[in-house]
């Protein structure tokens, strides 16, 4: 059973900074595409960032390009998004997932496995 934990949410000022993290099995991490998706309230999941398998160069969505960092440890198994410079719009629950066919891509359609989420708050 794939098991996707995200960790790192909480309560932040904004223009203040948190980083999330989402851990699990070496195998799955080791192997497909990992990305991170949000939902705002009251809104629909949308796309934040995702990296391939092998690829090292992250993907973005246009509202947090220059200010969210995806990265990829290989060694624990790990995706993190470091956020700076965070926004009152940024305020949502946070997903990690797994996409097992390859591309980086923003639809939620093409991701296979989702973690539970984590709660991210950030007050003006």
């Known amino acids: 059973q794939v098991q996707l934990v995200e960790s790192g949410g909480g309560l932040v000022q904004a223009g203040g900074s948190l980083r999330l993290s989402c851990a699990t099995s070496g195998s799955i991490f080791s192997s497909y595409t990992m990305g991170w998706f949000r939902q705002p309230p009251g809104k629909a999941r949308e796309f934040v960032a995702a990296?391939?398998?092998?690829?090292?160069?992250?993907y973005y969505s246009d509202s947090v390009k220059g200010r969210f960092t995806m990265s990829r440890d290989y060694a624990s198994y790990t995706a993190t998004l470091q956020m700076v410079s965070l926004k009152p719009d940024d305020t949502a629950i946070y997903y990690c997932?797994?996409?097992?066919?390859?591309?980086?891509?923003?639809?939620?359609?093409?991701?296979?496995?989702w973690g539970q989420g984590t709660q991210v708050t950030v007050s003006s």
């Open positions: 990296i391939a398998y092998g690829n090292f160069m992250p």
């Open positions: 997932a797994i996409n097992r066919n390859g591309a980086a891509t923003r639809y939620e359609t093409d991701y296979d496995y």
